[in-house]
């Protein structure tokens, strides 16, 4: 396959490749192509506004000040040794415009924020990158590493000015969990910090509201979720889901909180554990019991709705999307449930479904497991006996449609891959399961990011950077082997173009957008550039 040219850019860029890419982008701005919006009065929202932050400024002068007088010779040789091994933060950072080249080839329009700005040489240090798509706005998050303090920046997701930044007082180990008031972020261990989302800046002040345990000592059993009004939380120590109430104050207390199951809300099955995150709309928060049910209940109160059953276990956290609830099930099944119960179609997979579906414009992206018969060792310790056991498989497209029934409810129906086989429904295309994840779907085209992670650290290594902070979340303990993306033709799955193929090694974070309003794919590199690529605003996608 053809290598994209910029694929062997690192760390240093001669000054004729820096030139080159400069030219292709006032060529692609003279539009001769897709447009790179230069958007340098768009870093920090305006430099007066960066400059002027007091966090900034004392996090300059507070500085790092750790000291190796306290350690031994042989605790400074292991300290090196470990981040010799691990990457470290950088300490200079490279300009835009070497970043925009690499992206340059994708037919989508361009725009960066810079975390950084062109006073400081230290760049800020991208930690994680969130999007965020609500009811209340959408927005990118950032937490960062800046001087011995992480701070969160909330961004535009559209202009790309700055709403706030405040220092995070501890990095946690699950997504941000985005209300109408707060932004929570809560660790395994079932501790919280909620954030002021949406009130006036105050400049000097930290945006922290509250802080602690819920009521009642919640312990998280999987990742939660949330909606404008409430965090749902699936509670290890009670085996239930609980609605917290996300008001001002942010402590997850109040007339609105609720739990579920209770005696008399028509579960009669024996009622398990929460493995996997729940799906939450502003009606419906959807979830898989350990008891093989996906149960959906309002989300305001916590009251039953439905609950099907799965018949085996599930390996595929519940997505709610256009009022369906996808899910999978180890019979080798696909489900899109409607809210009320009842099935809007089921879809019987080539091995079975796992991971995270992806879901947008009637097309459904799902990875599967194929079973195989792995030889091992007997129970006498001499024969070689076969086990059943799982490998990656395929992922796999499929489409459907929806019919509209005047005074009814919509008819669904799958689109069949292969006609000349009726009694099966096959995917429109397929291909070998690398882990990869759709980003975006846009002008017929799938956006698919390929990654390769390898797990390289010891457990007493683990141990020591969990203790130093370094490593808070199990990709921080994770080093990037491989990172391209590609666009794909969505009806074929073939590789458009072969310059459509680029190398984003450079990219520590890249995540996509399934939100018809915001086709977008977000880009964030570790010396403090967020990058912005999206699509035509004439065909839905790319801002508001």
């Not at 001669?14 to 400069?22: D, E, Q, Y």
């Not at 930690?127 to 800046?146: F, K, P, Y």
């Not at 079975?352 to 947008?360: A, D, L, Q, S, T």
């Not at 975006?440 to 650290?457: I, P």
Request: with cysteine; charged share 25%.
């Amino acid at each position: 396959m053809p290598q994209n040219p910029f694929r062997r850019l690192r760390v240093r860029i001669s000054g004729t490749a820096l030139g080159l890419g400069c030219l292709a982008l006032t060529f692609f701005a003279a539009g001769c192509g897709p447009v790179f919006i230069p958007t340098g009065s768009l870093w920090g929202g305006g430099d007066d506004r960066l400059e002027n932050d007091p966090n900034r400024r004392r996090d300059e002068s507070s500085g790092d000040r750790s000291s190796d007088q306290d350690k031994t010779p042989g605790e400074r040789r292991e300290r090196d040794r470990i981040s010799n091994l691990y990457a470290g933060d950088p300490t200079t950072r490279q300009p835009s415009s070497y970043y925009a080249a690499q992206l340059a080839e994708l037919p989508l329009r361009m725009k960066y924020y810079d975390l950084t700005g062109p006073q400081r040489r230290q760049p800020v240090v991208i930690r994680e990158l969130h999007i965020i798509h609500d009811d209340v706005r959408d927005e990118i998050l950032v937490v960062d590493a800046d001087k011995g303090q992480n701070h969160i920046w909330s961004i535009d997701a559209y202009d790309f000015t700055l709403h706030w930044k405040t220092v995070l007082e501890q990095r946690v180990n699950y997504d941000p969990l985005p209300t109408r008031n707060c932004i929570v972020f809560m660790n395994r261990d079932g501790q919280y910090q909620s954030y002021d989302r949406m009130s006036t800046p105050r400049e000097g002040e930290s945006r922290l509201v509250s802080m602690g345990r819920f009521e009642g000592d919640t312990f998280p059993s999987a990742p939660p979720a949330s909606n404008d009004t409430h965090v749902f939380v699936p509670a290890t120590n009670s085996n239930s889901m609980r609605g917290l109430p996300m008001n001002a104050r942010g402590n997850g207390q109040g007339a609105d909180s609720w739990a579920f199951p209770k005696v008399g809300q028509g579960v009669t099955e024996k009622f398990m554990q929460i493995a996997m995150q729940p799906a939450a709309d502003r009606e419906t928060v959807a979830f898989v019991n350990n008891n093989h049910y996906l149960y959906m209940v309002d989300a305001q109160s916590g009251e039953y709705r439905a609950s099907p059953y799965l018949e085996a276990h599930s390996r595929t956290p519940p997505v709610i999307k256009d009022d369906l609830c996808f899910v999978g099930s180890d019979i080798g099944q696909l489900f899109a449930w409607q809210k009320s119960g009842e099935a809007a179609w089921v879809l019987t997979t080539d091995g079975i479904p796992y991971g995270k579906v992806f879901v947008e414009d009637n097309w459904v992206f799902v990875h599967t497991l194929e079973l195989y018969d792995r030889d091992v060792v007997g129970d006498d310790g001499k024969t070689m006996v076969k086990r059943a056991a799982t490998r990656p498989g395929k992922l796999c497209a499929y489409r459907y449609e929806v019919v509209d029934v005047p005074n009814d409810r919509p008819v669904y129906h799958l689109v069949d891959g292969d006609p000349k086989t009726p009694w099966n429904i096959d995917p429109i295309w397929s291909e070998p399961d690398v882990g990869q994840q759709v980003l975006m779907l846009h002008n017929n085209r799938a956006y698919v990011l390929y990654e390769e992670f390898e797990d390289f650290l010891t457990e007493n290594e683990k141990a020591r950077m969990k203790a130093d902070g370094r490593i808070v979340r199990d990709e921080d303990a994770l080093r990037t082997i491989n990172r391209e993306l590609r666009v794909l033709d969505l009806d074929t799955g073939r590789l458009e173009r072969p310059e459509w193929n680029l190398n984003l090694a450079d990219f520590a974070f890249v995540r996509g957008s399934m939100e018809e309003r915001d086709r977008a794919i977000y880009l964030g590199t570790k010396d403090g550039y967020v990058f912005k690529a999206y699509g035509d605003k004439n065909r839905s996608a790319g801002g508001k």
